[in-house]
C-alpha cells in the first residue's frame, strides 16, 4: 500500500498568520517544526495501519519547508517547486493507493484560518462547475481522476468542514479551531501529533484504488481583487473575461484543468504591482 501525503502549512499545528507561513521568518522557522510533526505523525500513522510506502510532496509556497531529517527514516519527501501537478504531484503514476491532504485550510472567499486558494490574496473565489473551490475540492478531483480517493485531511475546523463535501469518508483532524483569518484555538503539538497519528492508522483501510472518474469536462472560472489581473490572465490558451474581475476556462479533464489553473495563478501573481496590488 503507497500513500501520498499533499502538505501544505497553513492548515498546521500552531499556525495563524502570515508569518508563521512566510519562508525566511523567524516565524516560519519555529513554525516548520509544528508542520514536520504533523506530517511525520501521519507517515507513522499510515506505515501503523499497514502502508508499505510514504511519499510526501511538498504543496507550500517554495515547497521547501519540511525539515527532512526529523521525517521517518521510512518515507520519502518530494521536496521544491516546478512540478507537473504541482500540490498532486506523484498521484498520476498508477501506484497510489490513497491521499493524504494534511495541513490543508479553507478557500478564497470562505471562513478559515488563512483561507486561500493559491494565491495569498489576489483571488477572491474560485468555482468548480459553479461549486465554491478550495484546494481541497481541486485536489480531490485531480485525485479522483485517478482513482485515488482522499482518505485523511487535518487542518483547521472549518477545513475539516469543507472537506466533508469533497471527501465525505475520510478522517478529519481538526489542530485548531477558527477565530479569524489571523486567529484560532490551537492545540499543542504533542496532542495533535497524537490525533493525527490514530486517525492516519485507521485512514490507511480507506486506501483502496477504485476505477478512474472521466467526469469531465471541467469549467473553472476565477475572480479575482483588480480588474487588471482577470485582463493578464487571459494570455493562457482558452481562458476568457466572464465579468470585470472575473475569468472561466473548460479543460477536458482535471489534469489539464489544474495545470491551466497554475498558469493562471502564475501569471494573476506576477501581474501585482507592490501596494497597489
Known amino acids: 500500500?503507497?500513500?501520498l501525503i499533499s502538505a501544505d502549512m497553513e492548515g498546521?499545528?500552531?499556525?495563524t498568520w502570515p508569518a508563521d507561513v512566510l519562508p525566511g521568518t523567524p516565524q516560519w522557522e519555529r513554525c516548520r517544526a509544528m508542520f514536520t510533526s504533523d506530517v511525520n505523525a501521519a507517515v507513522v500513522g499510515f506505515f501503523d495501519g499497514g502502508a508499505d510506502e510514504v511519499l510526501i510532496n511538498e504543496a507550500h509556497w517554495s515547497m521547501r519547508n519540511l525539515l527532512l531529517e526529523r521525517?521517518?527514516?521510512?518515507?520519502q519527501m518530494l521536496t521544491g517547486r516546478h512540478k507537473s501537478l504541482s500540490m498532486m504531484e506523484g498521484v498520476q503514476h498508477g501506484d497510489v493507493d490513497g491521499v493524504a491532504f494534511v495541513g490543508y485550510h479553507a478557500g478564497a472567499g470562505m471562513e478559515g484560518v488563512l483561507a486561500h486558494t493559491y494565491l495569498a490574496n489576489q483571488i477572491t473565489g474560485v468555482w468548480l462547475d459553479d461549486v465554491r473551490a478550495g484546494e481541497g475540492l481541486l485536489n480531490a478531483h485531480v485525485a479522483a481522476e485517478y482513482g485515488v480517493p482522499v482518505v485523511l485531511v487535518t487542518g483547521d475546523d472549518v477545513a475539516c468542514e469543507d472537506?466533508?463535501?469533497y471527501a465525505p469518508e475520510a478522517l478529519k483532524v481538526a489542530v485548531k479551531d477558527h477565530v479569524s483569518r489571523y486567529a484560532a484555538v490551537c492545540r499543542p503539538p504533542a496532542r495533535t501529533a497524537a490525533d493525527i497519528r490514530a486517525a492516519a492508522e485507521e485512514a490507511a483501510s480507506l486506501a483502496v484504488r477504485h476505477e478512474p472518474r472521466d467526469a469531465g469536462p471541467f469549467t473553472v472560472a476565477v475572480e479575482f481583487d483588480a480588474e487588471h489581473l482577470a485582463m493578464a490572465v487571459t494570455v493562457?490558451?482558452?481562458v476568457s473575461r466572464t465579468g470585470e474581475r472575473k475569468v472561466a476556462y473548460t479543460s477536458p479533464t482535471m489534469y489539464e484543468?489544474?495545470?491551466t489553473f497554475k498558469a493562471v495563478t502564475t501569471i494573476a501573481s506576477a501581474a501585482v504591482e507592490e501596494q497597489y496590488g
Request: glycine share 14%; charged share 25%; hydrophobic share 50%.
Open 236 to 238: 493562457v490558451p482558452g
Open 163 to 165: 472537506a466533508l463535501g
Open 12 to 15: 498546521a499545528t500552531g499556525v
Open 71 to 75: 521525517l521517518d527514516e521510512r518515507a
Open 257 to 259: 484543468s489544474i495545470r
Open 1 to 3: 500500500m503507497k500513500i
